[in-house]
């Protein structure tokens, strides 16, 4: 079973001590790759989306650029493992969503993973905990070069890798990196961040990404398109933009603390109070007392809880892993009261 993977700790790219990670949770990096002479995912029927899912997966298993993965193919999954995948961010929602013969390959630290017949042939992925740009590249880079060895990609001289969204022809990178910013948003700044990022052709998301809005004030910052630009500038234009941004939330940290530090107490000891003996909630509230607990470890205004238990709340209190953990399907009420009882025992 998919699920027993997943029962006792999170990924690699959740834990503590990363660059920067008081801001960075994560980078992650992702490379979008078509097969030369066959139809886009969305405009293949099932026999082509299927012809190519057995080629793609013969090239990477047979490359063997996951050593330690095993490939799932997504309709052979239950609608909780696919969401399972999700949420820990080695499948996108379209995937999981999605129609047709298609797969996924992750490694067992769950830092690289590669998915077929999504929007576009391949998403090759890769992540790693807090700000690590040239790391995760170097590792995508790499899986990426070996399978263009075994497999022919679809490439024009002219316009680069060929994407099923324009947006992401040319080098078809997308740079993702995950950023806390309580107190951005506590101070009604948030939308400088999303008005700065737009002006240097990079964009704010929510959790999951495309299409999703933020939770608990977890924000990614991308890149919005790679035609004309390459793999060198989009990282670089990344790079300056969060550190940019880390700098302005620890600059808001600096001056809330010292202008009014019993506030930031109150939000964080108020949250840790609420988590510890609430006996139900809900993942969006949740969310946000974890994220005001964080805030607090962070400042040094909490103490005696591990970042790491933390970051892992974050994760296992999701729908699906709660799920998972209670070992039966239970409706969103039910939930609540098992997202309660699992944050105070793992709290207590």
Known sequence: MLDDRFASGSGEWLAPGGPDNDVVISTRIRLARNIRGHKMPWRSSDSERRAVEVALKSGIVESNVIPDGAYWAIDDLSETERRLLVERHLISPELASGRGSRGVIFAK????????????????????????????????????????????????????????????????????????????????????????????????????????????????????????????????????????????????????????????????????????????????????????????????????????????????TQPAHLQVLRGAPAKPEERDVSRARLIREWLA
């Not at 807090?130 to 060895?149: A, P």
């Not at 510890?276 to 400042?299: C, D, P, Q």
Request: overall charge positive; aromatic content about 6%; hydrophobic content about 40%.
């Open 109 to 316: 630290n769950e830092n690289l993973s590669i998915m077929t017949n999504e929007e576009d042939h391949l998403r090759i992925q890769g992540i790693h905990c807090g700000l690590q740009l040239d790391e995760t590249w170097r590792l995508t880079n790499q899986i990426d070069s070996v399978l263009e060895r075994r497999l022919p990609f679809a490439v024009s001289s002219r316009w680069g890798y060929l994407t099923a969204c324009p947006t992401n022809v040319g080098t078809g990178l997308r740079v993702s990196v995950m950023v806390h910013l309580p107190v951005l948003v506590q101070t009604e700044q948030i939308k400088k961040v999303h008005t700065a990022a737009s002006r240097v052709g990079l964009v704010v998301r929510g959790l999951y990404g495309e299409g999703t809005k933020a939770s608990g004030d977890f924000y990614q910052i991308s890149n919005q398109v790679t035609l004309g630009r390459d793999e060198v500038q989009i990282l670089r234009d990344v790079r300056i933009m969060v550190l940019k941004i880390v700098e302005w939330e620890r600059g808001l940290r600096k001056l809330v603390m010292q202008q009014d530090r019993v506030s930031l107490e109150d939000r964080a000891w108020r949250a840790l109070g609420l988590l510890r003996f609430a006996r139900k909630i809900s993942s969006e509230e949740t969310m946000r007392h974890l994220s005001s607990v964080r805030l607090g470890l962070n400042l040094d205004i909490l103490h005696d809880i591990g970042q790491g238990r933390i970051n892992d709340l974050f994760l296992f």
